[in-house]
């Protein structure tokens, strides 16, 4: 089991759903890389989705992510994913924008956590995204749980507010950023 837990953690989020993020919170519309995320605060050089990414052994827990990037991309470890969403806060109180990609899971103090402080929650429906193994690099047939997309933004913070996309609309977004890129 844990060698399972450890396998997933690695596993690499498609490109096209970092575009949709770009595009959906950030509003970037084209391929200017001033809008995009600049920061990919989990990762390694296989999962990467930033030309500046902090890895595992840099600790990303320790490292301030704010003064690296304003635009901060975050899929944490799903086996521990509080410490991420903590210090994902912490970095928004700093002025960051921090999306991060989660399971859902609302009976969970992280859960909680999220709905305090996020400006934005965005519940993936009728389907889940399927993530590329991180020893083959193929796409897996989807996660085991369903996803969500959590907007952290101090300068925006209002009330939270959630949306409800399709798997379907999803990628449908990130082909339009594609297109335009």
């Not at 605060?41 to 301030?64: M, P, Y």
């Not at 990037?69 to 799903?78: E, G, L, V």
């Not at 969403?85 to 859902?104: D, Q, W």
């Not at 913070?157 to 399709?166: F, H, V």
Request: proline content about 4%.
């Amino acid at each position: 089991m844990g060698n399972q837990t450890e396998n997933t953690d690695l596993w690499a989020t498609p490109f096209w759903v970092t575009a949709f993020a770009e595009l959906y919170f950030l509003n970037c519309k084209n391929s200017n890389k001033n809008k995009g995320f600049g920061l990919d605060a989990a990762a390694n050089e296989f999962n990467r989705k930033c030309k500046k990414f902090i890895s595992k052994e840099q600790d990303a827990l320790s490292v301030d992510w704010a003064s690296k990037s304003k635009r901060i991309w975050c899929n944490p470890p799903y086996s521990d994913p509080l410490p991420f969403i903590e210090k994902a806060i912490t970095e928004s109180e700093k002025g960051a924008k921090v999306v991060m990609l989660l399971n859902v899971d609302n009976s969970t103090r992280w859960f909680a956590k999220c709905v305090q402080h996020a400006n934005k929650i965005v519940f993936v429906t009728l389907g889940r995204i399927p993530f590329l193994h991180s020893q083959t690099g193929e796409e897996t047939k989807g996660a085991k749980r369903p996803q969500m997309f959590v907007f952290f933004d101090k300068t925006k913070r209002e009330k939270l507010s959630t949306d409800y996309l399709s798997l379907n609309e999803i990628r449908q977004i990130s082909h339009y950023r594609h297109l335009r890129d």
